[in-house]
């Protein structure tokens, strides 16, 4: 869970703060009404520098696990204006005159920070590439690929599963790389005005690292190519996602466009608490990778693992009902490792949603999922 500060805004006009961190995970919501502690397996307050959030929230580990070869993927949920995106990204992507301090780097930059140091350090040939998608009324776009976004065909195969079809791919070898394609993605980013959030962003983005590795051998022989001396390569991936604002309809004033917008933004979560809605309560254990047949621990500090469980009786997924879960199945299913970040505004305006972010966080918490 991560509190934002209450905003200018907020405190000019005397919102009170009624969110509290009381410290080991628990947050305390007290208002005039309502009263009520959750638990969780990490709370970032106010004060929480974004290196804080990076250390604290198992993301370095979710980064070695995409180098292991799984599938990572990470959400940011919340209403409008909770801090998602800055989460994410910083304030960097939303101001092009000048860039944020290294201080203020999200959860991406310092991913790709990780990744490319641990690619040095472990003497192993990682083939890196990016993907950059959004999904807007339920239509997948490329923000990667130049000149106007259009609607790209979400297609199955039985070796692929869900895919996008002429989707970009871009390799990088450098931070400057991989921090400018986001950039240039995050621009192209459907936003559209409404009474909540002016920059209110209205839909989902997905930002997919993949990890191709291959260990390399320390002594190849001679007139071995490196395929011959190397060790299988593995491929992992490590998917970031900024969900549209979770707010609902009414309260956005939304109407005409806005409300189909709003329509498709529903669906789409509504989907994914259903599809980690299938296994509630189960409590997480040691689990195995069909990837590499390594039993991994869930990594400390996690907000949320869901690793596969080995054996259990197997519930439908509805993966189909939204795009946005047919694009993540691979993620939500046996082998993927999910970090889910809800983010809350702390003022007293917003304290429904607040609520119902706490809820529905505390849902995903308690799911476990099998390969
Ligand atoms: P969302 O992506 O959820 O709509 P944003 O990330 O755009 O929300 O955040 C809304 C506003 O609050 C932005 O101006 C952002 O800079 C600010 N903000 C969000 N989280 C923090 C934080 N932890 N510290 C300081 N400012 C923040
Ligand atoms: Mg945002």
Known sequence: ?????????????????????????????????????????????????????????????LVELAIDGFSCTVFAFGQTGSGKTYTLMGPLAQSETQPASPALLGLMQRSFTCLLEQSRSRGSDLALSASYLEIYNEQVRDLL?????????????????????????????????????????????????????????????????????????AHPAPGEGWGASACPSKQGTLCFVDLAGSERVKETGSSGELSVEANSINRSLLALGKSWGTRPGSPAGPHRSPVTSFVAPPPAGHCISLLAKPRGKRTHIPYRDSKLTRLLARSLGGSGITLMVACISPSSRCLSETLSTLHYASRARRVTTRP
């Open 145 to 217: 690929s130049p000149g106007p976004p259009c609607a790209l065909p979400l297609r199955w195969s039985k070796t692929r599963g869900f895919y996008v079809e002429n989707q970009l791919s871009v390799e990088f070898e450098s931070l400057e790389a991989i921090v400018s394609l986001l950039l240039q993605g995050s621009q192209r980013r459907r936003t559209s005005a409404h009474a909540l959030n002016r920059h209110s962003s209205r839909s989902h983005a997905l930002l997919t690292i993949h990890i191709r590795s291959r260990a390399v051998s």
């Open 1 to 61: 869970i991560r509190v934002r500060p209450l905003t200018c805004t907020e405190a000019r006009r005397g919102d009170q703060q009624v969110v509290h961190s009381l410290g080991d995970g628990a947050v305390h919501v007290s208002a005039a009404r309502h009263d009520a502690t959750f638990g969780f397996s990490a709370v970032f307050d106010a004060g929480a520098s974004q290196e804080a959030v990076f250390e604290g929230s198992g993301m370095r580990q």
